[in-house]
């Protein structure tokens, strides 16, 4: 599902001031919303808590994002004539990037039992890397937001779809950086794929941009049309597409794209399984607590191995793609976890 397209500006004046009232609106249902959901959850006889859990979990993100609005205009006026864009303005809203996710993840630690598990991480090392990324569900940018701003400290550039910019402090602060929220169903494709090329363009050394190639989460009718897609142009890829169990076919154009702008970058791959549970609220309800921590696995590719030429770099994405998609169905296997049938819409 996506939402409608508005101007920043009118955007703003309705994200900001539901972000700013949001934590008095719920801290004043409090006192009435929090017994009857904790008397609903006592009376399941589960032990789950979950309606009690996800108040608590919506107060928390609430204020974050308050509190983050808040700062973001704080910064905005310090930043002075030079603007957001000087160098020490981005060092500053890096930082309330990192602050803003960790408090958020923290939260979640403590009221879902949301925990990161990262392999591969530390084998990553220093120089600039472009990250393409398994996408399985709405919050899956706060796993590379985990893992590369708040433990690592490195700052990070993303290409997000543009539904996110109806969060505020995504918008604010994500417009700000070097990000690109761009459109799932662009009227000029030529120019979706060109506004690209500035989350890759002068990488610094410890500079991370990372991208999803599915361009959206697994659904049922996401699936149905990347296999139309596929059929229209190439057959043989539908073919393999069919193949895969977990992850929708790459759509290359964004991630050629992206390597093309950071050509001293080396790839990394960002596999991850445990984040299908938030692929609804729905579903979300019915996990939590959750009870398997989420895995992420990295595995860096030198830039020396990713072939130069469009149609051989397509067919590399895509063998990594059935390799990731392999992974993924293993790491499911190990913990006892079925598929779960994709979602009725994206």
């Known amino acids: 599902m996506s939402v409608p397209a508005?101007?920043?500006?009118?955007?703003?004046?309705?994200?900001?001031?539901?972000?700013?009232?949001?934590?008095?609106?719920?801290?004043?249902?409090?006192?009435?919303?929090?017994?009857?959901?904790v008397a609903r959850d006592l009376a399941d006889g589960d032990g789950r808590l979950w309606r009690s859990r996800t108040y608590a979990m919506a107060c928390a993100y609430a204020g974050a994002e308050a509190g983050g609005v808040v700062a973001s205009a704080a910064l905005w006026a310090a930043s002075g004539p030079r603007g957001t864009g000087?160098?020490?303005?981005?060092?500053?809203?890096?930082?309330?990037?990192?602050?803003?996710?960790?408090?958020?993840?923290?939260?979640?630690?403590?009221?879902?039992?949301?925990?990161?598990?990262?392999?591969?991480?530390?084998?990553?090392?220093?120089?600039?890397?472009?990250?393409?990324?398994?996408?399985?569900?709405?919050?899956?940018?706060?796993?590379?937001?985990?893992?590369?701003?708040?433990?690592?400290?490195?700052?990070?550039?993303?290409?997000?779809k543009d539904d996110l910019a109806w969060v505020p402090c995504l918008d604010i602060v994500g417009h700000r950086l070097p990000n690109a929220f761009v459109d799932r169903a662009p009227a000029d494709r030529v120019e979706a794929v060109a506004a690209l090329a500035p989350v890759g363009a002068d990488l610094g050394p410890r500079?991370?941009?990372?991208?999803?190639?599915?361009?959206?989460?697994?659904?049922?009718?996401?699936?149905?049309?990347?296999?139309?897609?596929?059929?229209?142009?190439?057959?043989?890829?539908?073919?393999?597409?069919?193949?895969?169990?977990?992850?929708?076919?790459?759509?290359?154009?964004?991630?050629?794209?992206?390597?093309?702008?950071?050509?001293?970058?080396?790839?990394?791959?960002?596999?991850?399984?445990?984040?299908?549970?938030?692929?609804?609220?729905?579903r979300l309800a019915r996990s939590l607590p959750l009870a398997h921590p989420v895995r992420a696995e990295l595995w860096r590719v030198p830039r020396a191995e990713v072939p130069d030429e469009e149609p051989e770099r397509v067919e590399w994405l895509w063998q990594r793609w059935e390799a990731l998609d392999a992974w993924v169905d293993a790491a499911l296997a190990e913990r006892s976890v079925p598929p779960a049938a994709p979602a009725a819409a994206s």
């Open 207 to 282: 500079d991370v941009a990372v991208i999803f190639p599915e361009g959206t989460y697994p659904s049922r009718g996401a699936r149905a049309r990347a296999l139309d897609r596929l059929a229209g142009h190439d057959p043989a890829l539908r073919d393999r597409a069919e193949g895969l169990r977990h992850l929708l076919p790459p759509r290359p154009a964004g991630t050629l794209a992206l390597l093309d702008a950071a050509p001293e970058a080396d790839v990394a791959i960002l596999g991850h399984v445990g984040l299908e549970q938030m692929s609804s609220m729905a």
């Open 86 to 160: 000087a160098a020490r303005s981005q060092r500053w809203h890096h930082t309330l990037q990192r602050a803003w996710v960790a408090a958020i993840l923290a939260s979640a630690r403590g009221l879902l039992d949301l925990r990161f598990e990262a392999h591969g991480l530390d084998e990553l090392g220093e120089g600039p890397l472009v990250v393409l990324g398994r996408h399985a569900s709405l919050p899956d940018a706060f796993l590379p937001a985990d893992l590369f701003v708040v433990r690592a400290d490195r700052p990070l550039r993303m290409v997000v």
């Open 6 to 37: 508005l101007p920043r500006w009118a955007r703003r004046a309705v994200t900001v001031p539901v972000a700013l009232a949001a934590p008095w609106a719920l801290a004043g249902a409090a006192p009435v919303a929090l017994p009857a959901a």
